[in-house]
């Protein structure tokens, strides 16, 4: 025992030493990492608080797996919660990958039976195993930290294994090499030095910078741009491994054309060596493969290659024909941009403005999804979408919901030089019943607007000014179920229509509303000089209830007042003394006209009628390209 006695008090004094020597041999990254913690204590904290700090810094220097492990994720761990598990024996890598969930009870039971006052009897230091609980009885996991604790669980599992052996006195998943001198910092330039001086990078650095050695190697190799533009894209492992001739980092990752993984390396006295993965893209370019999902790519690469030999070798073709060819460069500038962007960075890409413009052409007529699918399949080619949305924003002022844009109209006629005559169609269509907030007029979305004496919505209805207004729209409001849309159709051929306004409804609008809006549309433009020749919309009954008071009264007796010559006034009923005409869709009106007449039945028309029979008539004597019609068509489905 006195020999035990001798030996431990012999140790105890070696350690002394060691302490209070600045010289000592403790490692650079401990050294690093203690004066780091101890630099961040205020210098204004008081005496409990920094011994507290110094306590945790100690209990970090001598736990280094937990360091390991945020500094392997790149993420913070609550320290009750590391204190936790390492005080219920979770303090290696081989118990904590075995954690259940059962545990979490047996840590929380552990906890308020009062099993940990009794090891931790101190006050101030239990604080640190509580986290937020104010006691040991009322402590319990949050979901959040459950949640965080499996992340880490699943990680060790997924990236420490036995061969992965441990460097220094503790199992070590991602060990890093000793940190560089003060002159080196900043100095990204990797060369190769002695083990005692290799310089240090975190993992972040260490896959960028193979990702630049492989984008310059496939520049200087002359790979196709979507091999260049591919590396952003590529996934990397990186870890420590233990090898006869020291600790070496080993970056590994899967091929994005075969899926086969392959892998380089870094020892501590040597730069990254990347010839495996070199060798391997090199084989899929002597057989010509192609990247998945880049197959549309072959158009642009193509016309950059043609364009040289354009210039070059079909010199003599074009001063044959009179220079009628054009340069592929400028049929192809997407290609182009494709080969100049694929140098830059996502931020720092450029278009050309004819390129723009076809991008919002092609948002416009082809959807979002199709333009989100070609803009990802050829990198480089297209604006983003966000891009193609601001310029959309730019162009045109904002539609406002129940706002009628009649200036904004005449302006469209007369910049297009279009006649100041418009028919107006509306209709509405089904939308998902939701609230939505619009930041560019901080109003709610999705209530519908009341109307006012003129069967017109009321704008800016539901302003967010507070979250009692807020609460009050949800509560009360009239969730819209339909959008509703009304579209002024310029009397010109191929001219576009214009959206005179939108809004959301619930349907619950009647025949007296929509005929008030007519004739309020119909004045508004009439003060601007644009004249309104016909309302128009499908079969809804409160706008075909509408029409025909419009047209008949609503006694519908008024066949002393018609439009046209007496002759016609046994065909149309219509009243004379209105300013406007109103008419079912033409597209409603003739499906209608289409629909096969019953043999049993007749249509009155005027003071005939029509039959099947006619029809029959008109396909046997009149020849089949003055009417279309086959006996096909009378046939019953």
Aim: charge should be negative; aromatic fraction near 8%.
């Amino acid at each position: 025992m006195g020999d035990q006695d001798e030996e431990c008090e012999e140790m105890n004094n070696s350690e002394k030493v060691v302490e209070g020597n600045q010289d000592n041999e403790q490692s650079d990254k401990d050294k690093e990492h203690s004066a780091h913690k101890l630099d961040s204590i205020p210098k204004d904290k008081n005496v409990d608080e920094t011994s507290k700090d110094i306590a945790m810094t100690k209990f970090y220097d001598d736990n280094k797996m937990w360091v390991e492990i945020m500094e392997a994720m790149r993420t913070m761990i609550d320290d009750h919660i590391i204190r936790l598990l390492h005080m219920c024996g979770f303090k290696t890598y081989a118990a904590l990958k075995q954690f259940e969930e059962e545990d979490f009870k047996e840590i929380e039971t552990f906890v308020r039976s009062g099993s940990l006052e009794e090891r931790v009897p101190d006050a101030q230091e239990l604080k640190l195993y509580l986290g937020s609980a104010t006691s040991a009885k009322s402590f319990a996991f949050f979901s959040g930290e459950k949640k965080l604790v499996r992340q880490v669980v699943e990680y060790v599992n997924k990236n420490h294994t036995e061969k992965d052996k441990p460097l220094g006195k503790s199992v070590t998943m991602h060990p890093l090499f000793k940190k560089n001198s003060a002159n080196d910092a900043g100095n990204p330039k990797r060369r190769k030095t002695s083990e005692d001086n290799v310089l240090s990078y975190d993992f972040p650095e260490e896959e960028t910078y193979i990702k630049k050695l492989l984008k310059d190697y496939f520049k200087k190799q002359k790979f196709t741009p979507d091999y260049i533009t591919s590396v952003s894209r590529v996934t990397m492992t990186i870890k420590t491994v233990e090898k006869n001739e020291g600790p070496v980092l080993i970056a590994q990752t899967k091929c994005l054309i075969c899926s086969e993984n392959i892998s380089g390396y870094r020892s501590a006295s040597s730069s990254w060596t990347l010839s495996n993965i070199y060798r391997h893209f090199m084989k899929h370019k002597e057989k010509k493969d192609h990247l998945p999902g880049t197959v549309l790519q072959s158009f642009f690469q193509a016309g950059n290659e043609k364009s040289v030999a354009a210039g070059t070798e079909t010199r003599s073709s074009e001063e044959e024909h009179g220079g009628d060819l054009i340069e592929m460069e400028e049929s192809n500038k997407s290609g182009t941009a494709q080969k100049k962007n694929s140098e830059r960075k996502n931020h720092g890409q450029r278009y050309e403005e004819d390129l723009k413009l076809f991008a919002v052409y092609l948002f416009v007529v082809g959807g979002r999804i199709i333009y989100e699918f070609l803009q990802v399949n050829l990198p480089g080619s297209l604006p983003s979408i966000s891009q193609v949305e601001l310029m959309l924003k730019n162009a045109s002022q904002p539609v406002i919901e129940g706002v009628f844009r009649f200036q904004e109209l005449v302006d469209f006629l007369k910049k297009n030089n279009l006649p100041l005559e418009v028919a107006i169609s509306e209709d509405g269509t089904r939308i998902p019943e939701k609230f939505c907030y619009d930041s560019t007029t901080n109003q709610i979305i999705g209530p519908v607007l009341a109307l006012n004496d003129d069967g017109i919505p009321i704008p800016s209805s539901h302003p967010a000014t507070s979250a009692a207004m807020i609460a009050s729209h949800l509560r009360n409001g009239r969730v819209a179920s339909n959008g509703y849309a009304i579209m002024a159709q310029p009397l010109q051929k191929g001219a576009p229509s214009f959206c005179l306004t939108l809004s959301g409804t619930d349907n619950k609008f009647s025949a007296v509303h929509i005929s008030k809006r007519w004739n309020f549309i119909h004045k508004e433009l009439g003060k601007l000089g644009v004249e309104v020749i016909n309302f128009a919309s499908d079969g809804d009954p409160q706008l075909l209830k509408a029409m025909h008071a419009h047209l008949f009264g609503q006694s519908g007796d008024q066949s002393d007042e018609f439009y046209f010559e007496e002759k016609w006034k046994d065909w149309f009923f219509a009243s004379s003394s209105r300013n406007f005409n109103v008419m079912q869709d033409p597209i409603h009106t003739i499906n209608k006209f289409r629909a096969r007449l019953n043999p049993s039945t007749v249509l009155p028309l005027g003071k005939y009628v029509a039959s099947q029979t006619h029809l029959k008539i008109l396909i046997k004597n009149i020849p089949q390209e003055e009417h279309g019609l086959t006996d096909h068509d009378l046939e019953k489905d």
